[in-house]
């Protein structure tokens, strides 16, 4: 866990991310936009950081050692019931975006996100998923294939196993697709 250097009079965050480059690169740019910045690279270390004291907001990736993205923002928001959680995710699917706001929070990105991205999130501004066009193509079997298998994978509370039972595959084979991107269309 990191303290960036801040006052108190700044809007405290929380930014909670395995990939430690993101993490130093959107710590400074936020920074450099008003926040006081703690860093934290596991979910023990986020834990700890705040039980220690109350944040604003909170930048949360959804897989990083130790526990789960979704888990955290529960016990963030059982912390603090006011911050405000934004998911900046490199997996993103229709399933954990709807985890991730059942668990509360406020918004889900999906990386490649820059900082102007994360601060409209932060402050809730819905302009920039208005302008984003909704497109007419249909998703393609490969990523509806994706979508169904992170739906049941949350459906098991993140259980590979009782995931690979249900869909009827081998538990090998399911990691393997997990481990892989989403795919694009």
Same mark, same amino acid.
């Given at each position: 866990?990191?303290?960036?250097?801040?006052?108190?009079?700044?809007?405290?965050?929380?930014?909670?991310?395995?990939?430690?480059? &993101? =993490?130093?690169?959107?710590?400074?740019?936020?920074?450099? !936009?008003?926040?006081? *910045? $703690? %860093?934290?690279?596991? #979910?023990? @270390?986020?834990?700890?950081?705040?039980?220690?004291?109350?944040?604003?907001?909170?930048?949360?990736?959804?897989?990083?050692?130790?526990?789960?993205? &979704? =888990?955290?923002?529960?016990?963030?928001?059982?912390?603090? !019931?006011?911050?405000? *959680? $934004? %998911?900046?995710?490199? #997996?993103? @699917?229709?399933?954990?975006?709807?985890?991730?706001?059942?668990?509360?929070?406020?918004?889900?990105?999906?990386?490649?996100?820059?900082?102007?991205?994360?601060?409209?999130?932060?402050?809730?501004?819905?302009?920039?998923?208005?302008?984003?066009? $909704?497109?007419?193509?249909?998703?393609?079997?490969?990523?509806?294939?994706?979508?169904?298998?992170?739906?049941?994978?949350?459906?098991?509370?993140?259980?590979?196993?009782?995931?690979?039972?249900?869909?009827?595959?081998?538990?090998?084979?399911?990691?393997?697709?997990?481990?892989?991107?989403?795919?694009?269309?």
């Amino acid at each position: 866990m990191e303290q960036a250097k801040g006052d108190l009079t700044q809007p405290s965050l929380l930014l909670v991310d395995d990939d430690q480059v &993101l =993490c130093t690169v959107m710590a400074r740019a936020l920074q450099r !936009r008003g926040y006081d *910045v $703690v %860093v934290a690279y596991d #979910y023990q @270390s986020a834990l700890a950081a705040a039980a220690v004291r109350p944040f604003e907001f909170a930048v949360v990736d959804l897989k990083f050692p130790g526990g789960s993205g &979704l =888990c955290l923002i529960k016990e963030l928001m059982d912390l603090h !019931r006011r911050a405000r *959680v $934004v %998911v900046l995710t490199g #997996y993103g @699917s229709i399933a954990t975006a709807i985890a991730a706001i059942k668990s509360g929070a406020h918004y889900y990105l999906t990386k490649p996100a820059n900082a102007d991205d994360v601060m409209a999130a932060l402050r809730g501004d819905g302009e920039a998923a208005a302008a984003a066009p $909704v497109g007419e193509k249909p998703l393609s079997v490969n990523r509806l294939e994706w979508e169904h298998i992170n739906r049941v994978l949350s459906g098991n509370n993140g259980n590979v196993s009782a995931t690979a039972r249900v869909l009827g595959m081998h538990r090998r084979t399911l990691q393997r697709k997990l481990g892989k991107h989403p795919v694009r269309d």
